[in-house]
């Protein structure tokens, strides 16, 4: 069972590096060590801890944090965790912009408010008619 597990995490980590290899992000070079060190990152540190992985949650940890707890000190993960460093910005990079989107959307429902809409127009009524 464990086996089968890790195959399946090592072809979606290939999916994602063949992800940014073809966005020039990962050197052509660098992919079989990546594989071989997020193989390691397994079976050394994933596997015999598995169940404080799958019980982690999110609303109180953070993944960042617990990556590099069980990445970054470790010389022999260092592309590794630059990979993962680089893939966690990626991450965070749209929940600005989704963010953004439910502002958005909260405005414009405000702005379409009857009362807000006579409002406006009897500011610009007055602000045309002072000049």
């Known amino acids: 069972m464990a086996t089968a597990a890790k195959e399946t995490n090592l072809k979606k980590f290939k999916a994602v590096l063949t992800t940014i290899k073809e966005a020039n992000r990962v050197a052509d ?6 594989l071989q060190q997020y193989s390691k990152y397994i079976d050394d540190t994933f596997m015999p801890h598995a169940s404080e992985y799958s019980n982690f949650d999110v609303s109180t940890g953070r993944v960042d944090v617990l990556l590099f707890e069980t990445m970054a000190n ?5 592309k590794l965790w630059t990979c993962v460093k680089a893939l966690l910005l990626l991450s965070h990079g749209q929940a600005s ?3 953004g989107f439910s502002v958005i959307k909260h405005l414009e429902i405000d702005n379409l408010n009857e009362d807000t809409f006579v409002a406006k127009c009897l500011i610009c009524d007055h602000v045309t008619y002072s000049g």
């Open 29 to 34: 070079n660098e992919v079989d060590e990546l």
């Open 97 to 99: 912009v989704e963010r």
């Open 74 to 78: 470790n010389p022999s993960l260092c």
